[in-house]
């Protein structure tokens, strides 16, 4: 029953689109996540990716290394040139401890093309679920035996967005592909992120804590946004900020999870103070873990 609460650089400095927070030191993002009390970090593309010259930055600021996201193409690569692809990156998060990996087939996908609507995404056909499946498991079996589990990540813009999506990748891959729970994403893709934490209580290995606005939501449904605008316009914001009922999420999570608990708020660092709702982020989410009945590893 004991989780421990981390964050991710997004807030600071945006992977997917690079002026967002692109003047801003890596050094300030690891200070301020540790100020606001976090004790880990996910990658972000301003860290160094050899171990040895990342182990000591993080140490300096008392932070773990959580996790990473892996981009990968399965429905272009072959199970042998996907290992070989993420290796380097498997074998960062192997060496500085990282229990999972952050996943997404981002085959195909339009989250980072700001000129590309949410409605354009690519969708996997009915047929095509089986052998992806049976390619992710080779995955995560492969990984499972580095130490590092699959973590997958449903996201906005890719394959794997909707809840009946999430329900396909389930059915279709074996217990080294486990998920990653956002509850940002799947708000936002209409689904039921606590109805998923229920389903799916024994997959579950990853969680990332977002909140969405409510009516920057409609906007970027009734609009058909593209997701970069969405995370420009406010779509995102930390937990405790917005319209998602997390309670009644944590109390879905089955209280065995013993993993990170990430606030992953994509947001413009220009309009949010990237400090300041670190620290809402922070206290907001130790409040709905601990009230659900998680203790918070310090």
């Known amino acids: 029953m004991t989780v421990t609460l981390g964050t991710n650089p997004i807030a600071w400095s945006n992977d997917d689109l690079l002026e967002l927070g692109g003047e801003t030191p890596l050094e300030t993002c690891l200070s301020e996540a540790r100020e606001a009390g976090f004790t880990g970090i996910e990658l972000g593309n301003k860290f160094p990716r050899q171990a040895d010259k990342l182990r000591p930055i993080l140490e300096a600021h008392r932070l773990s290394l959580i996790s990473g996201w892996y981009s990968a193409n399965l429905l272009d690569r072959s199970v042998e040139e996907e290992i070989a692809a993420m290796e380097p990156h498997l074998a960062l998060l192997a060496a500085l401890g990282c229990k999972v990996m952050v996943f997404c087939d981002t085959s ?39 130490g590092v589990r699959l973590a997958y990540h449903h996201h906005m813009g890719t394959l ?24 940002g994403h799947m708000t936002v893709a209409g689904g039921d992120p606590a109805a998923l934490a229920k389903r799916y209580a024994s997959r579950i290995n990853h969680v990332h804590a977002k909140d969405v606005r409510r009516d920057v939501l409609q906007k970027v449904l009734d609009e ?34 013993t993993g990170w608990m990430v606030v992953e708020a ?7 103070h990237p400090l300041t709702y670190a620290r809402l982020g922070y206290r907001n989410l130790w409040k709905r873990a601990t009230g659900a009945g998680f203790e918070v590893k310090s």
């Not at 396909?168 to 990653?180: D, I, K």
């Not at 994509?266 to 949010?272: F, G, M, S």
């Open 266 to 272: 994509e947001q413009d660092p220009a309009k949010a």
């Open 160 to 183: 794997v967005q909707s809840e009946a999506e999430v329900d396909l990748l389930m059915q279709h891959t074996g217990l080294s592909v486990g998920l990653l729970l956002d509850s």
């Open 108 to 146: 195909g996908a339009v989250h980072g093309d700001r000129g590309t609507p949410l409605s354009q995404r690519p969708i996997l056909p009915e047929d095509a679920w089986p052998e992806f499946g049976r390619k992710l498991t080779e995955v995560g079996d492969h990984m499972a035996k580095r």
């Open 224 to 257: 058909d946004w593209s997701f970069l605008d969405g995370v420009i316009g406010g779509l995102f914001t930390v937990p405790g900020d917005g319209m998602i009922d997390f309670p009644r999420i944590f109390d879905a999570l089955p209280k065995s999870y």
